[in-house]
């Protein structure tokens, strides 16, 4: 069977975009620059963009490639590929299961996204005049804590069906007609989107103190607080950072990188996908989301609400401090409408992305026609999702998060990097990634990408070890409800694992005996 292709070289650099620019940018990013020392975090955050992102991107779209030649569109196939050896298949299994275990949670917050975008409009969402009601507001949309009379739980039910529903339709459609097709026209309207919220921010003056406008909010976000680097965790936070908003170390590039062409550029198409991603979560998300928050709570209060969101789950700065905020504003439920339909444009964009490698998996190693590839993993994220999303509230969330939207991103970004630099050979590597290239990668980088990207992925892995060994990977003091459910979520994220393990041995098996007939 053909492989499918990109319909152009735009296209493909747009769906890799729109996988990069997601709820991490507008969600997660605003609140670790803030709580994490604002303009100092800004320091190693650009390090970490230019000695793990931009390698890994160059890396995952040449790692990509090369598979996509020789049939294999996921870490399974890809690292055999290159490694010859059959072993490699299971350290390549990450890159179906990682995608796949954060979409599961992903579904669910693009869900409530777009539930909050139509609670927007009918007035729901910006009643709340405190963070009492808006909070509960959330609850009752979560679960957490329900109260039929705000939020009547099958609206719940109903949002995130549709989001399934919905991203499965564009898997279905395939990778020219459903996701490039989609980019397409979604890229645009979230860029506009963005750039009418960041002009309404300009715009405001100081709706509710004489001292805190725009320029004071920026200059609140920028101020470099030094003392903070001197902290581990700043660092850690800031490299999870680059590997979350760049979409790398999870397998998701590797697939979107296999329908492109052999003679298709990617040194120059992995930058523009970066540089767009950067330019949508530094600039956009980073000057308008922190300044309308200080315009309203002051700087204290601000760095408080964001410590709590970065400590914990990113949810409460977007779905909770920025309603009650819109709430004080002129127009505030169609400002509130316009945010969350932004969210959830970017997070529909990212969310595909996520899926796909599974599809691809089960089409390059089972033959399964798109159609069968698709329903299986809309089976197995419905099966996922009920418990979630019945159990979210008690660290669900967080623990899914912790394993496969931290740890997991960065020890696989670690292996893709010694299969690029060592595996294959940096020489090889040089040669496959500049094939048909728009423009030469700086040389120093064959260096980066060979010693330093490695050996920091190695430092960063040690060092979260050292560091977040007793609270985070032991749970020391969390109450005995809470650790309940962590474990099972840690046990059901063990079986899947387990599960995608045993089907890439039978895929190993039937491509075996296939090759013996
Ligand atoms: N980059 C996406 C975001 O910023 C999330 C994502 C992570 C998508 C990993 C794909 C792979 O929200």
Request: proline share 4%; glycine share 12%; aromatic share 12%.
């Amino acid at each position: 069977m053909e492989r499918e292709r990109w319909a152009s070289q735009w296209g493909a650099i747009l769906a890799v975009a729109g996988s990069a620019v997601g709820l991490g940018n507008f969600l997660r990013f605003p609140g670790y620059a803030a709580a994490n020392g604002g303009g100092a975090f800004m320091i190693p955050y650009l390090l970490a963009l230019l000695l793990v992102g931009l390698p890994l991107v160059w890396m995952e779209w040449t790692l990509g490639r090369f598979g996509g030649a020789l049939g294999h569109g996921t870490g399974p196939g890809i690292l055999e590929a290159v490694a010859k050896r059959p072993g490699a298949r299971y350290i390549g299994v990450i890159g179906v299961f990682g995608p796949f275990a954060i979409l599961v949670y992903y579904t669910v917050i693009e869900a409530w996204t777009l539930g909050y975008t139509v609670f927007s409009l009918t007035g729901h969402v910006t009643a709340a005049g405190t963070g009492t009601e808006a909070a509960a507001f959330l609850g009752a949309f979560s679960g957490e804590a329900p109260r039929p009379d705000l939020v009547n739980p099958n609206w719940v039910h109903a949002f995130v069906a549709a989001t399934v529903l919905l991203n499965l339709l564009v898997i279905y459609r395939g990778i020219r007609g459903g996701i490039e097709k989609m980019c397409k026209l979604a890229m645009p309207l979230l860029f506009l989107l963005a750039i009418g919220l960041l002009v309404r921010t300009a715009t405001l003056g100081h709706p509710f103190s004489e001292d805190r406008g725009f320029l004071e909010g920026l200059a609140f976000l920028w101020t470099p607080d030094m003392a903070k680097l001197t902290q581990p965790v700043v660092w850690l936070k800031a490299s999870g950072q680059i590997f979350f908003t760049l979409s790398i170390g999870i397998g998701v590039i590797l697939t979107y990188a296999s329908y492109l062409r052999k003679k298709d550029d990617i040194a120059f198409s992995g930058l523009a996908a970066a540089g767009t991603n950067e330019f949508a979560e530094v600039i956009l998300a980073g000057m308008t989301v922190i300044p309308i928050a200080f315009m309203y709570y002051g700087a204290e209060e601000t760095a408080r609400i964001a410590a709590n969101v970065s400590g914990g789950s990113t949810l409460g700065f977007g779905f909770v401090s920025l309603p009650i905020v819109f709430h004080g504003l002129p127009l505030g439920s169609v400002i509130s409408a316009a945010w969350f339909l932004l969210l959830f444009i970017a997070a529909i964009t990212s969310s595909v992305s996520l899926a796909q490698p599974c599809v691809a998996f089960l089409e390059d190693e089972f033959g399964l026609s798109r159609r069968r590839a698709t329903l299986a993993l809309g089976g197995a994220l419905v099966a996922l999702l009920v418990p979630f999303s019945l159990l979210w509230a008690k660290g669900w969330l967080e623990e899914f998060d912790l394993w496969t939207g931290n740890v997991m991103l960065i020890l696989f970004g670690l292996v893709e990097s010694i299969f690029f630099g060592w595996v294959l050979g940096i020489d090889r590597a040089w040669a496959e990634l500049h094939e048909g290239a728009r423009m030469r990668v700086p040389r120093i980088f064959r260096f980066v990408c060979k010693w330093i990207t490695p050996a920091i992925l190695i430092a960063i892995l040690a060092a979260f070890a050292a560091t977040e060994w007793k609270g985070v990977i032991m749970l020391e003091g969390k109450s005995a409800e809470e650790l309940t459910i962590r474990w099972i979520a840690r046990g059901l994220l063990f079986a899947t694992f387990a599960a995608f393990v045993g089907l890439a041995w039978f895929g190993a098996r039937r491509r075996a005996r296939q090759a013996g007939e």
